[in-house]
């Protein structure tokens, strides 16, 4: 037995952090840590913390990785976006799938790397994939409006990402198997983000991050929980282009959203 126990676990974490970081480097979105016999509590509750009011189920292929990176200590500004420049290198090169074929650029998504708040649409348009950046068309500017005029927040605040980093042909929604592709992708730039919230627009988007076929009906207007951060589901902004009265029904999602991680709401746009 080693006479410093501190010192054992900081030698402990210091070696867990490298494999990690040589992990995202390599591409590698999944790694499976072998948990405690004993240890039966939802990873971040405390033992006599109550049961989670909302039933935990980990996303496929992310979890393990996600919890890993969580329970390493916190990348550094400069070592997050080096992991995100490294998955959009893999992004634009990509052949996954064949959403390939069909696009101008690639659209892995951008943003501040120490973004508290991620938000998820489910692909680029026609302007995001000639620009390759995401949510540029009216559709995005309707989010930047949300972003600044609603949440008071610079869109360089927030990280905004797809779940397919490649148009669909004619905006359709992505296929299953596309989206199983791409998905990897998400996860990675999730765990480099670390966000306390993740915003998620549309079904699409919603149904990839909660692994849900659920309607947004159902999903809109409730608070869910996954691997320690919050999910708010609310409605994609090209909806709300073609239903504007629903805009009421997003800015109450993201006012709970706002609650959620203790940001201030805006006195102006309240109610
Ligand atoms: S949509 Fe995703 S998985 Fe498919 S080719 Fe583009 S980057 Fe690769």
């Given at each position: 037995?080693?006479?410093?126990?501190?010192?054992?676990?900081?030698?402990?974490?210091?070696?867990?952090?490298?494999?990690?970081?040589?992990?995202?480097?390599?591409?590698?979105?999944?790694?499976?840590?072998?948990?405690?016999?004993?240890?039966?509590?939802?990873?971040?509750?405390?033992?006599?913390?109550?049961?989670?009011?909302?039933?935990?189920?980990?996303?496929?292929?992310?979890?393990?990785?996600?919890?890993?990176?969580?329970?390493?200590?916190?990348?550094?500004?400069?070592?997050?976006?080096?992991?995100?420049?490294?998955?959009?290198?893999?992004?634009?090169?990509?052949?996954?799938?064949?959403?390939?074929?069909?696009?101008?650029?690639?659209?892995?998504?951008?943003?501040?790397?120490?973004?508290?708040?991620?938000?998820?649409?489910?692909?680029?348009?026609?302007?995001?994939?000639?620009?390759?950046?995401?949510?540029?068309?009216?559709?995005?500017?309707?989010l930047t409006k949300i972003v600044e005029g609603g949440m008071g927040l610079k869109r360089e605040a927030v990280f905004i990402a797809n779940v397919v980093k490649c148009r669909p042909p004619e905006n359709r929604v992505p296929l299953p198997d596309e989206a199983a592709a791409c998905l990897p992708y998400l996860h990675r730039q999730i765990a480099a983000v670390n966000p306390e919230l993740i915003v998620t627009l549309g079904r699409p988007a919603t149904g990839a991050i909660l692994e849900t076929d659920e309607p947004m009906g159902k999903l809109r207007g409730?608070?869910?929980?996954?691997?320690?951060?919050?999910?708010?589901?609310?409605?994609?902004?090209?909806?709300?282009?073609?239903?504007?009265?629903?805009?009421?029904?997003?800015?109450?999602?993201?006012?709970?959203?706002?609650?959620?991680?203790?940001?201030?709401?805006?006195?102006?746009?309240?109610?």
């Open positions: 037995m080693k006479e410093d126990p501190r010192a054992e676990a900081l030698e402990l974490i210091a070696a867990i952090r490298m494999r990690l970081m040589n992990a995202v480097e390599a591409g590698i979105d999944a790694i499976r840590i072998e948990a405690p016999k004993t240890a039966t509590a939802p990873r971040g509750a405390s033992p006599a913390s109550p049961p989670s009011p909302a039933p935990e189920r980990p996303p496929q292929g992310s979890g393990l990785f996600d919890a890993a990176a969580k329970a390493a200590p916190a990348l550094s500004t400069g070592e997050k976006a080096a992991a995100l420049e490294a998955i959009a290198a893999e992004v634009r090169a990509c052949t996954k799938c064949r959403l390939h074929k069909g696009r101008t650029n690639a659209v892995p998504g951008e943003g501040n790397p120490d973004a508290r708040i991620l938000f998820i649409g489910e692909g680029p348009g026609e302007n995001e994939d000639l620009q390759g950046r995401p949510f540029v068309g009216r559709a995005g500017e309707l409730k608070v869910f929980h996954r691997e320690g951060r919050t999910v708010v589901p609310t409605y994609h902004p090209a909806y709300l282009l073609r239903n504007p009265p629903a805009k009421r029904e997003v800015w109450e999602d993201i006012q709970v959203a706002m609650r959620e991680i203790g940001l201030p709401i805006p006195d102006r746009r309240r109610g």
